[in-house]
């Protein structure tokens, strides 16, 4: 306060019934303090929301937020017809990673291809990791080409990256399944088993590729 008044060239020691530059300072201060806590416990606040939200070893959104996104997903898609889809991804032959270099090296591998993944996503495309080497994609307000897109897109970014273990280097590939929501459809669980079911042909016809479910139909590449 008494540098305030100073270099407004006042007196500071001099007597004054209201002295406004002070309180003004005070004011100015006092807020500032404020404004600055509330920053930090809004950062905290959205840390401890993002941790809640995200799994711990990919930085991919967790299986809890998830399900609820494909639950509101699948809402919006029966109240208002916008289309959604999802993707499903499996790592092909992850465990034999684990078993050959160990479960640390299976770890980076899952980091560095979710790097891969949220490297490529767009708007309106949302990747959690679901399981042990699994991981969905939602796809909002997009049909099934779209989704196929983007599947490609992943998947041959993955089979060209070269993972980096100590002096070894690892190769890697990922088998996907796509489905679309559709009107003969009564939950967001029909639409999970739809994609799993085209994932499980990727599987079975040699891996390292992506199948569309389309009414009993699959579509490879």
């Known amino acids: 306060g008494v540098l305030v008044q100073y270099l407004a060239g006042r007196s500071p020691f001099a007597p004054s019934q209201v002295d406004y530059l002070l309180y003004g300072y005070i004011t100015f201060a006092a807020a500032f303090a404020f404004s600055m806590i509330g920053f930090a416990i809004g950062r905290r606040e959205q840390a401890i929301t993002d941790l809640a ?37 499996d790592l092909d032959h992850f465990k034999l990673i684990n078993d050959t270099w160990g479960h640390q090296a299976g770890d980076m591998i899952l980091k560095e291809v979710s790097k891969v993944v949220l490297s490529n996503l767009r708007t309106g495309e949302i990747a959690a990791r679901v399981g042990g080497e699994e991981i969905c994609i939602i796809v909002c307000n997009s049909e099934t080409d779209a989704a196929f897109k983007l599947s490609e897109r992943l998947r041959n970014a993955i089979r060209a990256r070269r993972f980096r273990w100590h002096s070894d280097e690892i190769n890697i590939t990922a088998s996907f399944g796509v489905a679309g929501a559709n009107e003969s459809m009564l939950s967001m669980q029909e639409l999970y088993e739809e994609a799993d079911k085209a994932l499980y042909v990727s599987k079975q016809k040699g891996r390292d590729m992506t199948s569309i479910y389309r009414s009993q139909k699959f579509k490879v590449a």
Do not use: M
């Open 53 to 89: 939200l995200s799994d711990n070893l990919t930085g991919l959104y967790n299986t809890r937020y998830f399900q609820t996104r494909l639950e509101q997903e699948f809402e919006r898609f029966s109240r208002y017809k916008t289309p959604v889809s999802l993707v499903q991804v």
